[in-house]
Every structure is written in C-alpha cells, then in structure tokens.
C-alpha cells in the first residue's frame, strides 16, 4: 500500500472523529439542552480548512491519474470529484443551520436535526464509497510512476487538528475529542466488567 492512501486511510478515521464529535453535540441539543457551539464552529472550520483543501484535493488527484491509467476503473467508482464540490454545499447549509440556532433563529428542531444528520451520513458513505471503490481501484491500477507523479503534485500541508502542533482554534476541539474518546472507552470497559460478571 502507498504511503499516500495509508495517509488519506488515516484522515478519514479523523473525520470519523469529528463526526462523532457532531453526533454528540446533536444528542445535547435533541435533549433540548445546550450544545457546545464553539466546538460545533471547530468542527465546521476545520472541514472548510482541511478536507476541503488538502484532504479532497489528493484524492481528486488519484481520480484524474486514474482515469488516464484504466478509465473502466475510474468510471466505476462513481464521480468523486462533483461529491467533493457538493459536500462544500452540504458545509455551507450546516454552517448557516447551527449559526441560525446559536443566535435564536426560529427553526423547527426536526430541520436542525435533518440538516446535521444529512451531514453526517453523507460523509460516512462518501468515505465508505472511496475506501470500498477508490482506494482499491488505484492501488490495483497505478504503478510506481504513477505515485511518484501524484506525490509531486502534493503540497506538505500538515493536519491543523490531528498533527503533533494543533493549532490554537483547534485546542478545544482536540481536547473535546480525547474527552470524548476516554468517555467512549470508560462506556466499553464498563459494558465489558458488566458482561464479564
């Protein structure tokens, strides 16, 4: 495997972080209470930062190599590229949804819950979609020229929020993510001494 789909593999468990973390924060807002929008407005900037501009740019790139090494396999896995464009919109809607309810805007709960959830279950098949179809069609495609190219093209932009320095409007984001990674793992241990007695 390249070094490059072990990084895109990675990047997609981080997004799965964060749509954890969405998923936690609309659980406190279904219960009518609070969510934490400093960290709703994290999880929305680093989309817009890192996905959008670095994450989504390497796989288009693979796209492209792709469709010139064997079309077949590139018509296959689906137009990857229009999806990267249209979760741009689905961000925006998000964006403008959550703002809306922070400053008191008059929206149906249901529809804040509509606009999150679609969200979060686009993301999850898009990344599904590619690991299932993408991500293996290259590998069984491309040669070692091919990855070398794709690697000259790419920028060395680092992670904003899971690289060794987090920048400082991902601090919270990142310490809200361990919060709530150890909370996850207490629940496991606890579910596994309950099954064990």
């Not at 792709?66 to 296959?76: H, I, V």
């Not at 686009?122 to 690697?151: S, V, Y």
């Not at 060794?164 to 990142?174: G, P």
Request: glycine share 4%; with cysteine.
């Amino acid at each position: 495997m390249t070094r490059l789909i072990e990084a895109l593999r990675e990047e997609h468990r981080n997004i799965e972080k964060l749509l954890g973390v969405l998923e936690q924060e609309l659980g406190v807002f279904d219960r009518t209470e609070r969510p934490d929008y400093e960290t709703l407005q994290a999880v929305i900037d680093y989309f817009a930062e890192y996905p959008a501009h670095c994450h989504h740019p390497k796989e288009d790139v693979i796209v492209e190599v792709l469709k010139a090494r064997d079309p077949g396999a590139a018509a296959a896995i689906g137009d990857i590229e229009t999806d990267h464009r249209q979760e741009e919109e689905r961000l925006r809607r998000l964006a403008h949804t959550l703002e809306n309810v922070r400053t008191g805007g008059e929206l149906p709960r249901q529809a804040v819950d509509d606009v999150v959830r679609e969200f979060i279950a686009h993301e999850r098949r898009h990344i599904e979609a590619e690991e299932r179809a993408l991500f293996p069609a290259a590998l069984a495609a491309l040669q070692a020229e091919d990855w070398a190219r794709i690697d000259a093209r790419m920028g060395d932009e680092r992670d904003p929020l899971f690289s060794r320095t987090i920048e400082q409007k991902f601090r919270s984001l990142a310490q809200k993510i361990l919060q709530w990674e150890q909370e996850n793992e207490d629940d496991r241990q606890k579910a596994l001494a309950a099954a064990r007695a």
